[in-house]
């Protein structure tokens, strides 16, 4: 069982549109859930009830800090949700924490991401699928107005990468083209805008990130 065929079974069942609610109930009384915060968290709960009522066998991280959330068959599974109301500002993931994960991980590159976007009624508080993707780390990220890739900031350091708006024909960042291009990306940043990551410059991580994901995976970049 693969993650394509998952995505697929999804799409093809229908969850694209699909609306439910979330109720707590405590002492015997039940309550609507009406905070956005939690939603990311319960549907991708739903999505490893879902897996399982499928028969797919699949194998949660050991953490939910750990990467990636799951894994099925071979692939490694990221899951990310938003609401489609305030756009996808989701974490990728922390950028130094990132870049640093490649030199031991090369073929985390090659992670899919299976995104979801959601409305919540204001009246009602059903919550409705809107849209979903698969996608790779690269055809989620891209440039932005100041960096060559998007990412987020606190007090001018970079914390977090960020996904462009990749969904939108009408978005004037467009998602990089391959995995190499997000690498050369990710090196520009840390050469020209992170100081703690000079000194992996300088070490020549891109030319051991690439050389690494040769020997992980047989295949290059």
């Known amino acids: 069982m693969t993650i394509q065929i998952l995505h697929k079974n999804l799409k093809d069942g229908g969850l694209i549109g699909q609306s439910g609610c979330i109720e707590f109930e ?3 009384i039940k309550t609507l859930v009406e905070s956005r915060g939690v939603i990311g968290e319960i549907i991708q709960d739903w999505l490893y009830k879902y897996i399982a009522s499928k028969n797919m066998p699949f194998t949660l991280a050991a953490s939910t800090q750990d990467f990636p959330d799951f894994y099925l068959g071979g692939d490694m599974v990221e899951v990310k949700c938003f609401d489609g109301d305030r756009g996808a ?86 998602p990089f083209k391959d995995k190499k291009e997000f690498l050369i990306a990710l090196e520009k940043t840390m050469k020209n805008h992170d100081v703690p990551s000079h000194q992996l410059v300088r070490d020549g991580w891109l030319k051991q990130v690439i050389s690494g994901y040769k020997t992980a995976t047989g295949d290059d970049l």
């Open 89 to 174: 500002n989701f974490d990728i993931a922390a950028f130094r924490a990132y870049v640093r994960s490649l030199l031991i991980s090369p073929e985390r590159l090659d992670a899919y991401y299976l995104i979801f976007s959601y409305s919540m009624s204001n009246s009602t508080f059903e919550v409705t699928i809107e849209n979903m993707w698969l996608k790779r780390v690269w055809e989620l990220c891209g440039p932005s107005e100041e960096l060559p890739i998007k990412v987020q900031r606190k007090q001018g350091v970079i914390v977090n990468i960020r996904p462009i708006t990749w969904h939108s024909k009408r978005a004037k960042f467009k």
């Open 26 to 28: 405590l002492m015997g």
